[in-house]
């Protein structure tokens, strides 16, 4: 899926270690005195360098899954690889010590400043001070704090988003490739949540780690997900796609469920406005000439066609009746309301659409120049190819895409077709 | 019992210039007196803390386990002193081995209750995040949890020092060290004129001596304990 590859930018960047792929090989969790296994049989494969998001209702067994990756839970059969190697035959705090590890609430040592803290897994591993010193610094600046500000504070001087942040330069302290998110944000306000997601997916486009990331809340696995993984009970995975994959095609009805009923509401996010097609208008500059301008307008259906400044910005609305009775394209017609830019998601210019309730809405580029025209039937176009595109997702088997199906009762099971 | 109904008309009115007298005359052997006492007790905390702060990290996972501990300590702590030390004389004989002994077994229970209430009150998130990064077992123990009880643990220290101060006067039954036999002997010679500042003085020096120790607690606490938790 290279076009989520692109959205997310998962570019790798040199000077940092790259991720690995993690699999999971028909990996069991049965607790003593259960009947239900916690976790039945999970195959899947987590490319290198991407994230991964569990997500499903809680007890699904989607923590125990994660916590299975770095032996905090020991699987009771199965095999568990990360970067090819074998998970199992490594000393468990060795592991641990090469998988970073951030979880809800940021679980920093209360006791220990922001700077001992990120260097809790440098200091085990047995780097010497000076390198620790510098590493601390480089991952507090990483994650947007001061270095010279938060060092020496204790963590229950922080807001609980720094905690957060300090939490992830700490998972992230000794550069491993792999990381595991239990929930990270569960904890933080909404808004400082959407920060705190927005700071993740730039690091994560700077660093291209491998990041399992687990959480309940549907609409930041589509955020952050390359890949999502729904799980049902026992850890089961009901549907691993990408999101415009999931978003399109749900694969059955608990997914569909989990979606929501406003899964396209939801799709319209993972489309900028510089991805679809958009259409053109008649435009002048204020200098021009009002007859020309005029026949332009009368010339097509819809007769709306914009004025532009000097450096090509869109400045007001005009129909062929605001030409009717001037010589001078100044001054003449409605000034332009809400302006999208390229960058706006698909949702931003239906939000736009809606608030001027109008047929379209301009479309301008980096530096505020005119590009196009979006309109509600680009939207619904939009949407309807992407269900074109994953509309027979389930039917085809031999599909070599990263649609595991796992039905509850499945028979689909085969860990080969995960293979990115 | 030895404190008669004649010792309390003498008491109140107190004869302060006999009791200075009394002080001056005999200060070298309140000063060693004292500092017996302090010694016996902080030495015998010393032995508790390590006792109880071990039975703590051993029980402390185990609800069961931590309720058979509590319970024996604060069984120990309802037999009567002058008892037990009455029990340990014919095993330990007299002097500083049965005082010893007695004092570390009725300070274990404040110790013990305060580790296992210390540890057990460390967020799991933070216990979780420790092994998550990879220390063992006892790197999360010594780095972790132990340093996040410490002012849990040195409350229930401070609390067995204060109840130890007292119960040490009593040892002056088994020949004991301290100030205990200021009071002992004191009392065992109502109506003498030196009787009664002889008591008073034990008793006072004993109140004024727990207070300093626990200034000093205060002060330990401040420097042990990390900023972040205090």
């Known amino acids: ?420 | 019992m030895w404190w008669s109904a004649g010792v309390r008309t003498e008491v109140l009115p107190v004869d302060f210039q006999a009791w200075w007298d009394f002080v001056f005359a005999r200060r070298s052997q309140l000063v060693t007196d004292s500092y017996l006492h302090v010694s016996a007790v902080v030495q015998s905390i010393v032995i508790a803390t390590i006792i109880a702060v071990g039975i703590g990290i051993m029980v402390y996972r185990s609800p069961i386990g931590s309720a058979v501990a509590t319970g024996l300590a604060s069984t120990i702590l309802t037999v009567p002193s002058f008892a037990l030390l009455g029990l340990l004389i014919p095993i330990l004989g007299l002097g500083v081995r049965p005082t010893v002994t007695a004092l570390v077994l009725y300070g274990l229970l404040p110790i013990i209750r305060n580790t296992i209430i210390g540890l057990a009150s460390v967020d799991p998130a933070i216990t979780d995040a420790a092994r998550g990064v990879g220390m063992n077992r006892l790197r999360v123990l010594g780095r972790i949890e132990m340093p996040l009880a410490w002012p849990s643990i040195l409350a229930g220290i401070r609390v067995s020092t204060q109840m130890l101060m007292g119960i040490l006067a009593i040892a002056a039954y088994a020949k004991g060290p301290g100030l205990g036999n200021l009071i002992f002997s004191g009392l065992s010679r109502v109506g003498s004129p030196t009787a009664v500042p002889q008591a008073l003085t034990g008793t006072v020096l004993i109140v004024v001596l727990a207070l300093v120790l626990d200034g000093l607690y205060v002060l330990l606490g401040r420097l042990t304990t990390s900023r972040g938790i205090r």
Request: proline fraction near 6%; hydrophobic fraction near 40%; aromatic fraction near 4%.
């Open chain 1, 1 to 420: 899926m290279t076009d989520t590859a692109s959205r997310k930018g998962t570019a790798a960047h040199h000077d940092h270690t790259h991720g690995v792929e993690i699999v999971l090989d028909d990996v069991v969790k049965r607790y003593p005195g259960q009947v239900d296994a916690a976790v039945d049989h999970v195959s899947m494969t987590i490319p290198a360098g991407e994230t991964v998001v569990f997500v499903g209702p809680s007890g699904c067994g989607k923590t125990t899954t994660m916590r299975m990756i770095n032996r905090l839970i020991e699987p009771s059969s199965g095999r568990i690889t990360i970067g090819g190697k074998d998970a199992l035959s490594i000393d468990p705090d060795q592991l641990r010590r090469g998988i970073g590890y951030s979880i809800q609430q940021a679980g920093l040592f209360p006791h220990l400043t922001v700077a001992k803290n990120v260097a809790t897994v440098p200091g085990l591993i047995g780097w010497d001070r000076k390198h620790i010193a510098e590493r601390t610094d480089e991952m507090l600046d990483l994650v947007g704090l001061d270095p010279d500000t938060y060092r020496d504070r204790y963590p229950r001087q922080l807001s609980g988003g720094q905690q957060q942040r300090v939490g992830v330069a700490r998972a992230l302290a000794a550069d491993p490739p792999v990381l595991l998110m239990d929930e990270p944000f569960g904890a933080v306000d909404p808004i400082t949540r959407g920060l705190l997601q927005d700071e993740l997916m730039r690091l994560q486009s700077e660093l291209g780690k491998t990041i399992v990331f687990v959480t309940h809340d549907f609409n930041e696995a589509v955020k952050l997900g390359d890949r999502i993984a729904v799980l049902g009970s026992q850890s089961h995975i009901m549907q691993y796609d990408t999101p415009e994959a999931i978003l399109a095609n749900p694969a059955n009805d608990m997914v569909a469920g989990f979606v929501g009923a406003d899964a396209s509401l939801k799709q319209l996010t993972l489309s900028r406005v510089r991805d679809v097609r958009l259409i053109e208008c008649p435009t002048a500059h204020e200098d021009g000439s009002v007859d020309e301008m005029r026949r332009a307008l009368l010339a097509r259906r819809r007769q709306w066609g914009l004025i532009l400044d000097a450096r090509n910005r869109p400045v007001r609305w005009v129909s062929p009746a605001h030409l009717a009775t001037v010589d001078s394209l100044r001054d003449v017609g409605d000034p332009v309301g809400e302006i999208l830019s390229v960058q706006s998601t698909l949702q931003d210019a239906l939000e736009a659409l809606l608030a001027e309730s109008s047929a379209s809405t301009v479309v301008t580029g980096r530096r505020g120049e005119y590009v196009g025209l979006i309109t509600i039937d680009t939207l619904v176009e939009n949407l309807r190819q992407l269900r074109d595109e994953h509309a027979d997702d389930h039917d085809d088997l031999s599909d070599p895409g990263p649609s595991a199906l796992d039905e509850p009762g499945g028979a689909q099971r085969a860990p080969e077709e995960l293979a990115p």
